[in-house]
């Protein structure tokens, strides 16, 4: 078969699979032209290696993958074309055009894992800075609204709870004179949390206007009048944020979670083991607490080509 014949009939089979894409599949408008996109390099590809769509092998799958990696192709951009890949075989094959699916035992490359978002300790320390004077100079209603924002920082701060088990905390678990708390984390499990002097008399000054605002004695350390009866994660969320744009930081990078980071990174950087700190966050895999010593490594990485007087940004500033 000459090149042109065999051009012609692998853009005939695609369009034959992009029609079955879109007519069974209900495939959109967007989802066809990156098909079309990707299929149409593959069959370019193909043709470079001498080779067709009915006449792909493996080992053309994977040098296409190669070349790829080579061109520094993002990993969500090959994985897409892979997919495209396997999905235009597995018709072929599925259609009798093909005898089997070249791409079929080809894997995809792994996706990057994200490190989470980490905030300095200055900014950190910004927040609670900006917390506690909110508290010290509100007055009237404003002033229980100040000390529970206050309240819920400082307890996030010292502990690493989840935003989620924060706001469901009960008084009697914030009020005991034990030096832990105990929290119930996801699937039920329950774990022990130790609980800094400075987050307790944070506690005992809330509580005590708490107790004075509320009829009876609330259930819940942050009551609402919410469904739930507890103030929401959304409503935390949102008073965390306006608390950074008041203490001039970033308040897109400002979350209960990063706060929640920030905890875990800061016991590593002690010298905390990381058993104890998978306790403390209530992880049922180690493997999730491992993700902060890559951002201990990361952090350092930054230090030195930042302060080393042989750094490339040190060399790059003093040129």
Request: contains cysteine; glycine residues 6%; proline residues 3%.
């Amino acid at each position: 078969m000459s090149n042109s014949a065999a051009s012609e009939q692998d853009r005939r089979l695609r369009e034959r699979f992009l029609e079955m894409m879109s007519a069974e599949r209900g495939a959109a408008k967007n989802s066809i032209a990156a098909y079309a996109k990707d299929l149409e390099l593959w069959s370019g590809f193909l043709a470079g290696r001498g080779s067709t769509a009915l006449s792909a092998c493996t080992a053309d799958v994977k040098a296409f993958q190669s070349e790829s990696e080579r061109l520094g192709l993002s990993r969500a951009t090959a994985a897409r074309r892979l997919s495209a890949i396997k999905q235009f075989h597995g018709f072929l094959h599925a259609e009798g055009l093909a005898k089997e699916n070249p791409a079929v035992i080809v894997e995809g490359p792994r996706a990057q894992q994200r490190l989470p978002k980490i905030l300095h300790d200055d900014a950190v320390a910004k927040l609670l800075e900006c917390a506690a004077g909110r508290a010290a100079n509100a007055e009237g209603s404003a002033r229980f609204r100040a000390m529970r924002i206050h309240c819920l920082l400082s307890v996030l701060a010292a502990t690493g709870l989840r935003v989620s088990e924060l706001v469901s905390l009960p008084l009697h678990a914030a009020t005991s004179t034990d030096r832990f708390i105990t929290i119930k984390g996801k699937g039920g499990r329950e774990r022990m949390v130790p609980l800094s002097d400075s987050a307790r008399l944070v506690i005992k000054d809330y509580v005590q206007l708490l107790r004075e605002a509320k009829d009876g004695e609330p259930k819940f350390l942050f009551p609402s009048h919410g469904a739930k009866c507890q103030l929401t994660r959304q409503h935390f969320a949102l008073e965390l944020k306006s608390l950074a744009l008041e203490a001039g930081i970033d308040s897109a990078k400002v979350s209960p979670h990063v706060l929640r980071h920030v905890f875990a990174s800061r016991l590593l950087a002690a010298g905390a083991d990381l058993r104890s700190v998978q306790q403390m966050l209530g992880h049922a895999d180690i493997a999730t607490t491992q993700i902060y010593t890559h951002v201990q490594t990361e952090r350092l990485k930054e230090a030195v080509e930042t302060y080393h007087p042989l750094s490339s940004k040190r060399r790059a500033k003093a040129g």
